[in-house]
């Protein structure tokens, strides 16, 4: 054991403020080369943070001003400010500032430049611009100058020099502004707050270096004793071992015996390897790697870092050895006299880390790393062998539902369920994983037999539908599930993973429940919808959305009552693009709040134009109406349009309240409050809540097409559901209009079972802008909309 301390290291601790502000050299004895040089390695460390204070106060002043100073003044301003501070974080953070041991003189007082460069372009602010601000952005101005100087002492703190330069020359201009401006003494209090600024600069700047300089001395230590430990390692090691030319142990040492909790003296003599095997020795079975040790001794050859599993008193541990074959005098071999450790504790943890890597810590099943590397192997065997195997995606249906409604510590719990029963159904044939959130997987290493494929998917879409208890909660999700088969639908596992989602999407798309099989045309749509998405995300810029507008009618009189306005879009190469391909594409790409607040502009700027007796309806999606700031985008359609609140009519659907807590009723009761009206759209194709019309104030309830189809062809319950809501919207105080009416019958049927309003191909067909305003002026004598 070595028992002499490592020697003190030579660094000694700066105390010279002189020069740590780089004026001057230091005091013989302290390695002020090295300390300089770690002054302008951390500089480089808060090079961006200076960067980013700069930034961000320059762009708060500019609007703050853009109101009271002319705008270009502000942006040459931001844009020189944009430059000096770029320059100052490029010279921090260039490759030879922040790799530096060491620095002369010179190069700490060039940081002095840039604290002056910045101070420079700052100092236009309080000496051009100050004098034009009035009221709370004078204020806002020089409550940034201040927050500038404070975030900047903190960000050049372990270059004071350059802290000093800042802060002197700023501090200076921000006084001179104050004194012409006839306040002397913020000028005198602006020249004290940046003194005090100064003295904690360097206050700061000596401790900081003072720890830097303490990690010089303790890295130079760690050095010293890494090297000790090196040649402390070659000599000895936790404990020494020795056998003769017949493998049996010689002067075994007493850390050794202590290790296999035995005396010394009972070891010497007894053979290694079965010292080492424990209880397995009589049977046979040991371990592999004692094998390949016997391979070792053998071979009579040198070995280091061997690691070998070993049986004391029944528990299996593991150990590290090294050793040397020794030789007499005359060269001939005596035995082997060696090094070990034991690392089980080492091992372990490397396991759990291995484990941790490739299993789900939530279910305990393999996660996407494993899973992709069972696919790749069982794509390899199948290549080798000329057999299939394959790869099916599991998606839950309504689990989000759980999450938003009982939260993610019951949806976890629910996901732990959902792994046992996946377990339940794998043979030594599948390996299932979880890929993350709600998505799981299996991989299927023989699907030759199709039907049996299949058989797996109905049945693990079956027993994910059963109900869960959970927490005292009953539980109902789904599944969806895609499947994909190589190499038929993938050479390789990117591509059958691919196939696989897919096919997944497509059961998705058909409500869920069910499982599809990849085919080459999914391929095709996946990359026609790619196609439509990028177009879809220029289609606003490119002019080529448009609206057309459906009449609404009063059943009774025939009159025209207003319109809803129905999005188109007429791509120059695709043509007319259907609505039913697009909107759900907007949705899913989060495209859909700014289509949807361009049709609200659009719509109310037209309407204002027709007669003060017609309304304007407006679809709105849910995602519109779960962001608190769309109530701004109403009014501001309302009040650049001129329109009458009472004149526009929101159509939402009863998905809306699907999400709990978004504050989705909070708005839909701001936009009430504005004069708007409501409509419910859709009501009885959804969940039919009446819970809903009790949470807002709607005007309409909308009958679905279906109903009224139904209703004209005789159907009873149609007719029954119809008169029902009617009844309940007279009740409520709400009005009731028929989507899809077609026919003359149809008319009838619904003027006869009470509806107010309806809408449909009977009265005229969504029409272009121009026939909608003939149409609409028309309607001040009364002419009926009827086409």
């Known amino acids: 054991m070595v028992k002499s301390d490592p020697p003190t290291p030579p660094v000694r601790l700066p105390v010279d403020r002189l020069a740590l502000l780089g004026l001057r050299d230091g005091a013989d004895g302290c390695d002020w080369a090295r300390i300089r040089g770690s002054q302008l390695s951390t500089g480089g460390h808060f090079a961006m943070p200076l960067l980013a204070a700069n930034a961000l106060c320059a762009g708060v002043l500019v609007a703050l001003l853009s109101g009271q100073v002319p705008l270009w003044q502000l942006l040459a301003w931001a844009s020189a400010v944009a430059a000096a501070a770029l320059v100052v974080a490029f010279r921090r953070l260039s490759s030879g500032n922040r790799t530096l041991v060491t620095a002369t003189l010179g190069m700490v007082r060039g940081t002095a430049l840039d604290g002056l460069l910045l101070a420079l372009v700052w100092s236009l602010m309080p000496l051009v611009f100050a004098g034009q601000a009035r009221g709370d952005a004078a204020l806002g101005l020089w409550m940034t100058l201040v927050i500038l100087m404070t975030a900047s002492t903190v960000a050049i703190v372990s270059l004071p020099l350059a802290g000093i330069a800042f802060l002197a020359t700023l501090g200076s201009s921000m006084a001179l502004s104050l004194a012409l401006s006839g306040h002397p003494s913020l000028a005198l209090a602006a020249l004290v ?16 270096i003072l720890v ?5 001395a303790l890295a130079e230590r760690d050095e010293t004793v890494s090297l000790l430990l090196r040649e402390f390692e070659e000599s000895t090691a936790d404990w020494l071992w020795e056998i003769d030319a017949q493998r049996r142990i010689v002067r075994a040492s007493a850390r050794f015996g202590l290790t296999l909790g035995r005396e010394p003296a009972q070891l010497d003599g007894l053979p290694l390897l079965q010292v080492l095997a424990g209880t397995d020795w009589e049977s046979g079975n040991v371990a592999p790697t004692l094998r390949t040790l016997a391979d070792k001794l053998k071979a009579r050859e040198a070995f280091r870092d061997l690691l070998v599993q070993v049986d004391i008193a029944g ?14 005098e005359g060269g001939a071999f005596v035995g082997f006299r060696g090094v070990g450790s034991d690392v089980t504790e080492a091992r372990q943890s490397t396991d759990r880390i291995a484990r941790m890597a490739r299993y789900d810590t939530l279910t305990g099943l393999p996660n996407r790393l494993l899973i992709n590397e069972a696919l790749g192997h069982a794509m390899s065997e199948a290549d080798k ?43 030594d044939n599948e390996i299932i994983g979880r890929l993350g959130g709600d998505e799981f997987a299996v991989v299927v290493r023989d699907a030759r037999d199709t039907e049996r494929l299949e058989t797996l998917a109905r049945t693990i879409i079956a027993k994910l539908s059963r109900p869960y208890e959970v927490d005292q909660h009953t539980l109902y999700i789904g599944a969806s599930v895609g499947l994909a088969v190589g190499p038929r639908d993938g050479r390789t596992a990117e591509m059958l993973v691919r196939s696989a989602d897919l096919a997944l999407y497509r059961s998705k798309d058909a409500g869920g429940g069910v499982f599809h099989s990849y085919e080459p045309q999914l391929h095709v749509a996946a990359e026609e919808r790619r196609i439509l998405e990028i177009a879809l995300r220029s ?13 609404v009618v009063d059943t009774a009189a025939g009159s025209l009552t207003g319109f809803e306005a129905l999005l188109r879009w007429t791509h120059p190469d695709f043509g007319p693009v259907s609505p039913s391909k697009f909107i759900p594409l907007a949705e899913d790409a989060r495209l859909i709040a700014p ?7 659009r719509a109310c700027a037209e309407a204002a134009h027709w007669d003060e007796s017609i309304r304007i309806a407006v679809n709105v999606s849910s995602e519109q109406l779960h962001n ?32 709990e807590g978004t504050g989705a009723v909070r708005v839909l009761e701001q936009i009430l409050e504005l004069g708007c009206r409501l409509s419910l ?20 309830i909308k009958i679905d097409r279906s109903f009224v189809q139904a209703a004209a062809n005789g159907g009873r319950e149609a007719t029954a559901i119809i008169r029902a809501v009617v009844a309940l919207a007279d009740s409520l105080g709400m009005t009731t209009t028929a989507e899809g009416v077609e026919t003359e019958d149809e008319h009838r049927v619904v003027g006869a079972l009470g509806c107010g309003k309806a809408q449909g191909f009977y009265f005229g067909r969504p029409l272009p802008l121009n026939e909608a305003r003939t149409l609409a002026t028309n309607s001040k004598g009364g002419n009926s909309a009827a086409a």
């Open 193 to 208: 707050f940046a003194a005090l600024l100064g003295v904690i600069c360097v206050g700061r700047a000596r401790a900081l």
């Open 539 to 551: 289609a606003l810029q490119n002019d080529e959305l448009h609206l057309n507008f459906q009449p």
């Open 681 to 700: 759209d859709d009501f009885g194709t959804g969940y039919s809540s009446l819970g809903y019309l009790s949470r807002t104030r709607f005007s309409t």
């Open 212 to 216: 830097r300089a303490q990690d010089l």
């Open 315 to 328: 528990e299996k541990r593991w150990w590290q050895l090294a050793a040397n074959p020794r030789h007499d």
């Open 385 to 427: 062998w000329g057999s299939r195997c394959a790869f099916m995606m599991i998606d839950l249906d309504r689990f989000k539902a759980v999450n938003d409604t009982l939260g993610h510590p019951v949806g976890d719990r629910l996901l732990g369920r959902v792994s046992e029963r996946l377990r339940e159904m794998m043979t």
């Open 628 to 659: 608190p700031a769309f109530v701004s985008v109403v009014a501001q359609a309302l009040g650049q349009s001129g329109l009458r609140p009472e004149r526009l009519e929101l159509e939402v659907t009863e998905s809306v309240f699907l999400r």
């Open 595 to 601: 289509i949807g607040e361009w049709v609200l502009r």
